[in-house]
């Protein structure tokens, strides 16, 4: 049986279950290609059933990760329309994200 090891973590107002050497893709963290940081938010780490929570945040907890790629996700088209007075609207967005490895999770 493999042993089971999560952490939730928050960055960029969302909150993301990350496990290791698992990619994940975040709002963008400024940094280059290759570098690594951790994540100062963590609510909770599982340890194959040793689960600890935060009273908002874990104690201790550590979860690192390294930047893979900085990109731009799809595009979002947003329409507004108001019927019987020739009113429309129409606009995009494309949200810059980062592509992160989780390399290690310690509590």
């Keep these: 049986m493999s042993k ?39 609510f909770l780490v599982a340890n194959d059933g040793d689960v600890k929570v935060g009273a908002p945040k874990v104690e201790g907890a550590k979860v690192e990760a390294t930047i893979k790629e900085q990109f731009r996700g799809e595009k979002v088209e947003i ?9 429309r609207r129409r606009n995009g967005h494309r949200q810059s994200l980062t592509k992160v490895l989780i390399t290690k999770i310690s509590a």
């Design 79 to 87: 329409q507004k329309f108001k019927r019987k007075t020739g009113y």
């Design 4 to 42: 089971k090891l999560f952490a939730v973590v928050k960055t960029g107002g969302k909150q993301y279950i990350v496990e290791e050497n698992k990619t994940i893709d975040i709002e963008k963290i400024e940094g280059e290609t290759g570098a690594s940081f951790s994540f100062d938010s963590i």
